[in-house]
Every structure is written in C-alpha cells, then in structure tokens.
T-cell receptor, first 112, second 113 residues
Framework: SQTIHQWPATLVQPVGSPLSLECTVE??????LYWYRQAAGRGLQLLFY??????ISSEVPQNLSASRPQDRQFILSSKKLLLSDSGFYLC???????????FGQGTRLTVV | QQQVKQSPQSLIVQKGGISIINCAYE??????FPWYQQFPGKGPALLIA?????SEKKEGRFTISFNKSAKQFSLHIMDSQPGDSATYFC????????????FGAGTRLAVHP
C-alpha cells in the first residue's frame, strides 16, 4: 500500500534561518507531488506541484522553492525564512489515473 | 480563473440537521471536484468526489450536487453528527498534463449535540 511521510511534524525556526522540509512517498511510482500551505484558520494554498523528477511548477511567487531530486521525494526549502512563512505545510501525492490526493500529516512551522 | 470560492466560512448545525456547503469555480477546464475533510492537526482526507458529467453523487450521509451550467457544486451532510465537526474543503482538479488540485478556503463545521 502507498504511504506518505512528511517530517518534521513541528518546527520552530528564527527569522533569516534556512528551511528544508522533506516528503517521501512509498508504494507508487511517478506520482504527482504537491506542497500546500495552510495559514491559521485559512484554506489550502497550492505552493508547488511536480509531475516528474526535476519538473517543478510554482503557483505563488514567494520566499520558498521546491525540488524533486528523486521520483518519490519532494523537498520544500527556503534560504531565509520570514515571519510570514509560518503555517501548516502539507505534502500530498496523486496519480494521473486517480485524481484523489493523499496528504501527509503536515509540518507546523513557526518562524520567530 | 483558477479560483474555487467556498461559502460559508463557518457553519453551526444542530445534531440531526443538514449541513450545506457551497462552492463555485470559474475555469471550465476543471474536470474533477472532490471534497476533503480535515480534523485539527491532521492532513485533509478525501470525503467524496464528483465528475462534471454527473449531477449528483451520494455516499452514505454525504451528497454532492453539481450544476455544470452554473459552475457550482455543493456538499450536503444529512443527519449531521458531532463527529462530523471538522473543516471541509471543496477542490477542483485540472488534469490535461497539469494535474493541479486547487482548494477552496474551507468551511469550519461545528455540530452541536
């Protein structure tokens, strides 16, 4: 069966520090991968999505970047965090044939 | 043009009542419309979904109504229960090689006993 791993679960980082959140998927190949951000009490904002290795589409210009170095690995990064980067970050995967997206448990990032 | 607008922002329903959440979209290229349920501190999970060639889909107490001409769809929760209290998101999927899943802003549902 397919599983998605996202870590860490919580993270407190100072302003100006770098960020690296990792997401891996097991049990499937060539998944579509997504990074979403959910601000407190708000909806899910699509940040990046990827249909294959090295293929990243950015939805919102911001202080973040994404990379897909391996088929089932998706990384969200920042060189210098801002206070406004605080939020709940969710990784998700899907396939071309099953449009359901399966979400990880999320990372709650607090920038202080 | 790729937005999904969801209302209301929050909803309070008595146990046994009907919860109704509405969504509207603009881009007719969307070809799949799922609803997700999210409990606090957890990732969203698929609840029910519909394709635009169907006007209604029912799974247990959950029903999606879809109006293609109006570009609107809604979620009805019949006999709402306290355990249904969660945040609900409508979404729209745009395939055709792009595979984008766009979410509405969410509705926080509270079902009171």
């Amino acid at each position: 069966s397919q599983t998605i791993h996202q870590w860490p679960a919580t993270l407190v980082q100072p302003v100006g520090s770098p960020l690296s959140l990792e997401c891996t998927v097991e049990g499937t190949s060539n998944p579509n991968l997504y990074w979403y951000r959910q601000a407190a009490g708000r909806g899910l904002q699509l940040l990046f999505y990827s249909v294959g290795i090295g293929q990243i589409s950015s939805e919102v210009p911001q202080n973040l970047s994404a990379s897909r170095p391996q088929d089932r690995q998706f990384i969200l990064s920042s060189k210098k965090l801002l206070l406004s980067d605080s939020g709940f970050y969710l990784c998700a995967w899907g396939t071309d044939f099953n449009t359901e997206a399966f979400f990880g448990q999320g990372t709650r990032l607090t920038v202080v | 043009q790729q937005q999904v607008k969801q209302s209301p922002q929050s909803l309070i329903v008595q146990k046994g009542g009907i919860s109704i959440i509405n969504c509207a979209y603009e881009n007719t290229a969307f070809d799949y419309f799922p609803w997700y349920q999210q409990f606090p501190g957890k990732g969203p999970a698929l609840l029910i979904a519909i394709r635009p060639d169907v006007s209604e889909k029912k799974e247990g107490r959950f029903t999606i109504s879809f109006n293609k001409s109006a570009k609107q769809f809604s979620l009805h929760i019949m006999d709402s229960q306290p355990g249904d209290s969660a945040t609900y998101f409508c979404a729209a999927f745009f395939s055709g090689g792009y595979n984008k899943l766009i979410f509405g802003a969410g509705t926080r549902l509270a079902v009171h006993p």
